[in-house]
């Protein structure tokens, strides 16, 4: 797992929490109401274009997790959030919610990679607001009182941990190293726990908690553990880029530029446009280049 050697203090803490409480207000998400999947209508709802692109690694790292652009046109501006499907969807899910706290806190342009250890604050931030969106610590702590009588679960075995990690990681979409380091965050498990849980091969299928997850929700879990390779974006998406060129928010040749990332042509929808090789080669250079610390710590 990815280290921080930034810590934030409880001020810091508690503006991260309370921001990441008030935006899932703001979208419809009140007590216990999972965001799960909804992370890409909350993207149409935000008018967030959402890029899907399999960027390969040439080492056995994820190249990068995810990134957030901006682009201006006559003052109006249009937000992208492009994000790594080469990488496991819980992953993708959790990387999108990272993202959103730049978009929040208006961060501007960002881009996620690997990286040994975190040493700047925003992305310490970034991953505390992620693992708040979709899981706030007030609703974990509610469920493990309502599912074990008790908030310490360290008499708990943990085979019975694993199951119930299972049900969280299934309903809330959280990665599972996500999920432990939010048990060890409220005290529910201790260091030791922790370390021997963080062992676990959670994506081998031969493994034991790959098959509680398949016996739990198969189709859900899969899901979850699935390197999608996706290239695209949503038809309500592709409708937004379309109206924005039909309200000259972007010229001619970004339209076409942003369509091509989709492998899709202004022609296939009545518009002619030429394509600028230079414009599309800006956009594939912004995910090659040299970038932020990366949004989320690696999962097994």
């Not at 992305?123 to 607001?129: G, M, P, S, T």
């Amino acid at each position: 797992m990815k280290m921080s050697s930034v810590k934030l203090n409880e001020v810091q803490v508690d503006e991260v929490c309370s921001l990441a409480k008030e935006e899932r207000l703001s979208l419809g998400f009140a007590g216990k109401t999972p965001i799960a999947n909804d992370i890409h209508t909350i993207l149409d709802k935000l008018n967030i274009i959402l890029l899907e692109l399999p960027i390969e690694s040439k080492t056995d790292k994820i190249a990068f997790s995810a990134a957030i652009m901006h682009m201006e046109e006559n003052s109006d501006k249009l937000t992208f959030i492009g994000v790594n499907t080469s990488d496991y969807y819980d992953n993708q899910v959790y990387s999108i919610a990272h993202e959103l706290y730049h978009f929040y806190t208006k961060s501007g342009s960002h881009i996620s990679r690997l990286k040994d250890e975190i040493i700047d604050i925003n992305e310490v931030k970034a991953n505390l607001f992620a693992a708040e969106f979709l899981l706030p610590k007030s609703i974990l702590k509610s469920i493990i009182l309502n599912q074990f009588k008790k908030s310490n679960l360290e008499k708990i075995q943990n085979k019975k941990l694993l199951r119930f990690i299972v049900r969280l990681h299934c309903t809330w979409w959280l990665p599972y190293s996500i999920i432990l380091k939010r048990l060890n965050e409220i005290g529910a498990i201790t260091k030791g726990q922790y370390n021997e849980l963080n062992k676990v091969n959670v994506r081998d299928p031969k493994e034991e908690y790959y098959k509680l997850g398949q016996a739990f929700n198969r189709e859900v879990f899969q899901k979850l553990n699935q390197v999608t390779n996706t290239i695209g974006t949503s038809p309500e998406e592709i409708e937004i880029i379309i109206r924005n060129f039909e309200d000259s928010l972007i010229d001619e040749s970004e339209f076409a530029n942003i369509l091509a990332l989709f492998n899709k042509r202004p022609d296939e929808f009545g518009f002619e446009a030429e394509i600028s090789q230079d414009d599309l080669d800006q956009f594939e250079d912004f995910f090659s280049k040299d970038g932020d610390d990366e949004s989320r710590p690696h999962t097994s």
